[in-house]
């Protein structure tokens, strides 16, 4: 597609529930990258995959998350056993090819009560 | 010492006026940068890519200092639509995630 997409828009969980987000990139890139933003416009990088390889995993937290991109597949982002701190945007973005710009999808809005 | 310092206003402004910004990065390594515009908690659209020659685009003008480390931007002719957070953004070794401030929220009023 044109844009990346990303779904669903909003998630909530109860703590302790698993939540999965799953992104899009735009047709033709070859990276896809993941971001949290938590309040006060903090953006933490996650994760980042070059086709289905994982190019950077150093902010992954070690524990309750992981993800995937596999081939005719959209990426996802999984988070076991939720905690009320996961709550937060978390942003897909893809890019033609290293260093190139990033390009967002609209982001999934998750709340855990 | 944050790896990318921005000044997070507010800035309030009347329409038309000029408003800079500044931003400064603590890795001599960084190979790219950026400025990013946030509306209302939606996604960062790219504003303008940032390089030391300078560039411009139309009302905003975008510079870089690499042996001071600075990136700056400037909005002459300030508009309401202009209304939004700027986030300065640098870009590592290529390929490897982007690096964001904390964003530089921006008021114009009629």
């Known amino acids: ?113 | 010492r944050k790896e990318v310092e921005q000044d997070p206003g507010p800035f309030n402004v009347p329409e038309g006026a000029t408003v800079a910004f500044n931003c400064t990065y603590s890795n001599s390594a960084s190979q790219s940068f950026f400025w990013y515009r946030q509306d209302c908690r939606k996604e960062p659209k790219l504003l303008m890519s940032v390089y030391s020659s300078g560039n411009e685009d139309g009302r905003f003008t975008a510079q870089l200092n690499r042996a001071s480390q600075y990136i700056s931007l400037l909005i002459r002719d300030s508009k309401l639509s202009d209304s939004a957070t700027y986030l300065c953004v640098v870009n590592g070794q290529a390929g490897t995630a982007l690096i964001f401030g904390k964003g530089t929220t921006l008021s114009v009023s009629s």
């Open chain 1, 1 to 113: 597609g044109e844009e990346v997409a990303q779904t669903p828009k909003h998630l909530v969980r109860g703590e302790g529930q698993k939540a999965k987000l799953y992104c899009a990139p735009i047709k033709g890139h070859s990276y896809v990258f993941w971001y949290q933003q938590v309040l006060k416009n903090e953006f933490k990088f996650l994760i980042s995959f070059q086709n289905e390889n994982v190019f950077d995993e150093t902010g992954m937290p070690k524990e309750r998350f992981s993800a995937k991109c596999l081939p005719n597949s959209p990426c996802s982002l999984e988070i076991q056993a939720t905690k009320l701190e996961d709550s937060a945007v978390y942003f897909c973005a893809s890019s033609q090819s290293p260093g190139n710009i990033q390009y967002f999808g609209a982001g999934t809005r998750l709340s855990v009560l």
